[in-house]
């Protein structure tokens, strides 16, 4: 399983970042595939993750709501995360994270499951900085 992540960079208030995650080594249309974040010196949370298969469910923390866009495209095996109004709090580095031994369902529940590092499988990360 690989998870490459790429997109991220500087940029003022307000302003807009694509994020992708290129997947391989496993089922990507059937699978549950999810971004999350890690500011310097906070635990990583949850941001966004979205159901692969024909469901396509997607769920989003609450400070992202209306302004991230998680979708999915399989003929690429990726999943981008277009995040607009961008404010300093969302600077961070930016993972995308699946278990696909055990997919689960997109939730607060499997933001947990993933950030407890017990199973799973993340990319090296790539950095957003939003500045004033």
């Known amino acids: 399983v690989q998870l490459v992540e790429s997109g991220g960079g500087s940029v003022q208030i307000g302003g807009s970042l694509i994020l992708s995650c290129v997947a391989s080594?496993?089922?990507?249309?059937?699978?549950?595939i999810g971004w999350f974040r890690q500011a310097t010196g906070k635990e990583r949370e949850g941001v966004a993750c979205?159901?692969?298969?024909?469901?396509?469910?997607?769920y989003y923390v609450n400070s992202v709501k209306g302004r991230f866009t998680i979708s999915s495209d399989s003929v690429m095996n990726t999943v981008y995360l277009r995040m607009h109004d961008l404010e300093p709090e969302d600077t961070a580095v930016y993972f995308c994270?699946?278990?696909?031994?055990?997919?689960?369902?997109?939730?607060?529940?499997?933001?947990?499951?993933?950030?407890?590092?017990?199973?799973?499988?993340w990319g090296q990360g790539t950095q957003v900085s939003v500045s004033s």
């Open positions: 994270s699946t278990n696909p031994l055990y997919p689960g369902y997109p939730g607060p529940m499997w933001f947990d499951t993933l950030a407890a590092g017990v199973a799973g499988y």
């Open positions: 080594g496993f089922t990507f249309d059937d699978s549950v």
């Open positions: 979205i159901n692969t298969n024909d469901d396509g469910h997607v």
